[in-house]
């Protein structure tokens, strides 16, 4: 297949556009920069069907040729980030999704949206089944990220239903490994970073908070079994 990868220098879609290359497929990466880095796809430089393309996906998508298949990854993930620049990720959440849904559209190829467990907001309930909508505060500063991750989600059923196009949406909770950043601000690298320094770890509220954990080698196995699967 020939698909293009959104937020192709973070964290997850750098480790996305590798599987994907290892598997066979031909790989567009886009990516603004706002919170990759060039170094997560410096290795892929010169790679036979590896294309990187430096576009804010809140823009326009133009793209030659045909296209099988749309994974939007784009956002900023860390609360680090989205509390650093609101507006952009309210923007790549909701212009970018409907960008990324239009090409796909437009090609006739499979989209996957990388939602997060953050749409659950403060969740009442634990873990959390799909049947549970969650508890959000949208005017909270986590709802720049929760609500975008929301009308992302709502956006990519409506192209669905309205459009049938064949669409995939994943909720991630934390996930870990390498090419995260050491000021990620979430708490596998920060307690790493912590021990490294022989620093006290520090603990948020009083410790009873729960989180469910995945090392990105599983992730990206699940998202590309999902992708390639007939399941929708
Ligand atoms: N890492 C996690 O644990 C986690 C958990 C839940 C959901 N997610 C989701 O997975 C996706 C990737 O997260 P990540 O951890 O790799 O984050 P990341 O910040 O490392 O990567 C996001 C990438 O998107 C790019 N980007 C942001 N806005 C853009 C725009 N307008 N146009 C083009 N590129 C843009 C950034 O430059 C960056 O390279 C995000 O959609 C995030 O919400 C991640």
Redesign the pocket.
């Known amino acids: 297949m020939r698909v293009l990868v959104?937020?192709a220098?973070?964290?997850?879609?750098s480790h996305l556009c590798d599987r994907l290359l290892a598997q066979g497929h031909r790989v567009i990466g886009?990516?603004?920069?706002?919170?990759?880095n060039a170094a997560n796809v410096a290795h892929l430089k010169g790679h036979p069907s590896f294309q990187f393309a430096l576009?804010?996906?809140?823009n326009f998508i133009e793209l030659q040729g045909p296209l099988d298949g749309v994974l939007h990854?784009?956002?900023?993930?860390?609360p680090v980030?989205y509390l650093e620049f609101p507006i952009?990720t309210l923007?790549?959440g909701s212009l970018?999704t409907h960008k990324a849904l239009g090409l796909s559209k437009a090609k006739g190829a499979r989209f996957l949206l990388?939602s997060?467990?953050e749409v659950y907001g403060d969740p009442l309930v634990h873990p959390q089944p799909e049947s549970y909508w969650g508890n959000v505060n949208p005017v909270g500063p986590r709802g720049v990220y929760d609500e975008a991750?929301r009308f992302a989600e709502a956006m990519t059923m409506a192209y669905h239903r309205y459009h049938q196009l064949d669409t995939r949406i994943v909720r991630?909770?934390?996930?870990y490994g390498p090419r995260m950043r050491p000021n990620d601000g979430r708490v596998v690298s920060n307690f790493i970073v912590q021990a490294l320094k022989s620093a006290p770890l520090t603990m948020y509220g009083d410790g009873s908070q729960t989180r469910s954990f995945c090392f990105v080698d599983d992730l990206i196995d699940g998202i590309v079994r999902l992708f390639e699967s007939s399941e929708s």
């Open positions: 959104t937020g220098a973070g964290f997850l879609g886009m990516d603004s920069f706002l919170t990759g576009h804010d996906v809140t990854f784009a956002s900023p993930a860390s980030d952009q923007k790549v970018g990388a997060t467990s991750k991630i909770f934390n996930t």
